[in-house]
């Protein structure tokens, strides 16, 4: 009689139990998978949008960025072990930039960006050799950056050297020479009458243009030009104010 009743009351509280333990189970996976999809939807959107934004999104962060240094303001994002392990598998650069190597033009604090925002080009006087040209492609072909900034900067050394008589620059090293050789097209024009800083305000201006133009007129960046997937644009960084000025 005992094991009779003992039976039926396990029989009984088992019938009861095993619907409420399905129950959870099913609330449970349908709570954890409602809370974890919004997630997971939200943060790729979010990677989607800061890296495929269009070229006037790229250029209106930098220059907010600008501002922001200029006014001793910077953020200083991105430079944290969170993003880096976040950069292991992939990278997705908003902008790319061509600039002077000039150690008082740090590209990245200039426009306030951290780790994977911008893909930098830096050589001295911003010029447009073969593998800089093959790096700019590479940004644009395959990480797929909509925007290409030429950046220039007073008081250019490289510019400077460039505007020196043809026999003072014969006093440099031969790849010296060839590197400022990149420049004189651009300096071609400038009155000599004018004093030597002017003439180097108005040659690093003309410098940047002339990089821009050979960069336009390369096929493979032509063709994205063309079709609305790419702009280049240029500036100029003020070494005193910090400033980058769009040229027109």
């Known amino acids: 009689m005992t094991n009779s009743y003992s039976a039926k009351r396990k029989s009984k509280a088992l019938y009861l139990f095993t619907?409420?333990?399905?129950?959870?189970?099913?609330?449970?996976?349908?709570?954890?998978?409602?809370?974890?999809?919004?997630?997971?939807?939200?943060?790729?959107q979010t990677h989607?949008?800061?890296?495929?934004?269009?070229?006037?999104?790229?250029?209106d962060r930098l220059l907010k960025g600008n501002e922001r240094f200029v006014a001793d303001s910077s953020r200083q994002a991105h430079q944290s072990t969170?993003?880096?392990?976040?950069?292991?598998?992939?990278?997705h650069p908003f902008a790319t930039i061509l600039s002077c190597s000039d150690?008082?033009?740090?590209?990245?604090?200039?426009?306030?960006?951290?780790?994977?925002?911008?893909?930098?080009?830096?050589?001295?006087?911003?010029?447009?050799?073969?593998?800089d040209l093959g790096t700019i492609e590479y940004a644009v072909?395959?990480?797929?950056?909509?925007?290409?900034?030429?950046m220039g900067h007073e008081s250019c050394g490289a510019v400077t050297g460039a505007l020196l008589?043809?026999?003072?620059?014969?006093?440099?090293?031969?790849?010296?020479?060839?590197?400022?050789?990149?420049i004189l097209p651009a300096l071609k024009g400038i009155d000599p009458k004018l004093s030597l800083a002017e003439r180097v305000s108005r040659g690093v201006e003309l410098n940047v243009?002339?990089?821009?133009?050979?960069?336009?007129?390369t096929p493979d960046l032509k063709e994205k030009i063309a079709d609305g997937r790419l702009r280049i644009v240029g500036g100029v960084y003020d070494l005193e104010t910090g400033k980058v000025r769009l040229l027109k």
């Open 19 to 44: 619907p409420l333990c399905i129950s959870l189970v099913l609330f449970s996976y349908k709570t954890g998978h409602s809370l974890r999809t919004p997630a997971v939807k939200h943060d790729a």
């Open 48 to 59: 989607a949008e800061l890296a495929s934004p269009s070229a006037s999104e790229a250029l």
């Open 82 to 91: 969170a993003r880096r392990k976040e950069l292991v598998a992939a990278q």
């Open 103 to 131: 150690s008082r033009v740090p590209t990245e604090l200039v426009f306030d960006q951290g780790l994977g925002d911008l893909f930098v080009v830096r050589v001295a006087g911003n010029v447009v050799a073969t593998d």
């Open 141 to 150: 072909d395959h990480l797929h950056t909509p925007l290409v900034l030429v």
């Open 165 to 182: 008589p043809e026999a003072e620059r014969n006093k440099e090293s031969k790849d010296i020479q060839a590197l400022l050789a990149l």
């Open 209 to 217: 243009r002339w990089s821009i133009q050979q960069l336009q007129d």
